[in-house]
């Protein structure tokens, strides 16, 4: 069964502190996301990599970083957190042959709920 | 990228058939259209998705028309467990990997 596992479901940071949020898929997907989602907003993307060590930037990359070293993780870095990064953050992986026939369907991880303080 | 604009919510009652219109006007020619549904404190899952008129699978239908600037997901018969968040998507697979979701269409069914 297919699987994108997020390092952690809740946590609660500082105003100030860096945060990493690691995303880890073992479909050997090409494409990695991190999107954000807020009540009233729906998804919005942050970063995403189509290839190890590639990135590009979503709708809203403003404060953050992602890093993909190796092809199954992709981490989602925040500087310097704070209050208004408080979110759900959802990561994702599809390559372009991905899912039922062929339809490069996104695999989402169960989401982490961070809470900047 | 294309846009996409759907309602921002919809009622039904168990048992009817529930169509949601999404519009893309400015779907480009390699544009698939994806639909995802999201319960709460999950992430969004693949519903379906099509290209151009009608592709139906276990769960629901995609209408397309001709010129390609909406689509229609239909759910038959939908039950208390299809109150969810619907989201369609423009882009992926043969185009741009940047997929953006946009607020999607938050469906409550009734008893």
């Known amino acids: 069964d297919v699987k994108v596992t997020q390092s952690s479901r809740y946590l609660v940071k500082r105003t100030g502190e860096k945060v990493f949020l690691e995303c880890v898929q073992d479909?050997?997907?090409?494409?990695m996301f991190w999107y954000r989602q807020d009540p009233g907003l729906g998804l919005r993307l942050i970063y995403f990599?189509?290839?190890?060590?590639?990135?590009e930037k979503g709708d809203i990359p403003e404060g953050y970083s992602v890093s993909r070293e190796k092809k199954e993780r992709f981490s989602l870095i925040l500087e310097s957190a704070s209050t208004n990064q408080t979110s759900m953050y959802l990561c994702?992986?599809?390559?372009?042959?991905?899912?039922?026939?062929?339809?490069?369907?996104?695999?989402f991880g169960e989401g982490s709920r961070l809470t900047v303080l | 990228l294309a846009k996409t604009t759907q309602p921002i919510s919809m009622d039904s009652y168990e048992g009817q058939e529930v169509n949601i219109t999404c519009s893309h006007n400015?779907?480009?020619?390699?544009?698939?259209i994806t639909w995802y549904q999201q319960f709460p404190s999950q992430g969004p899952r693949f519903i379906i998705q099509?290209?151009?008129t009608k592709v139906t699978n276990e769960v629901a239908s995609l209408f397309i028309p001709a010129d390609r600037k909406s689509s229609t997901l239909s759910l038959p018969r939908v039950s208390l467990s299809d109150t969810a968040v619907y989201y369609c998507?423009?882009?992926?697979?043969?185009?741009?990997?940047?997929?953006?979701f946009g607020s999607g269409t938050r469906l409550l069914v009734r008893p």
């Open positions: 400015n779907i480009a020619t390699n544009d698939y």
């Open positions: 479909m050997d997907h090409e494409n």
């Open positions: 994702a992986s599809s390559s372009l042959t991905s899912g039922r026939d062929g339809t490069g369907e996104l695999f």
């Open positions: 990599s189509y290839d190890v060590k590639m990135k």
């Open positions: 998507l423009v882009g992926g697979t043969l185009s741009s990997y940047k997929l953006i």
């Open positions: 099509g290209y151009k």
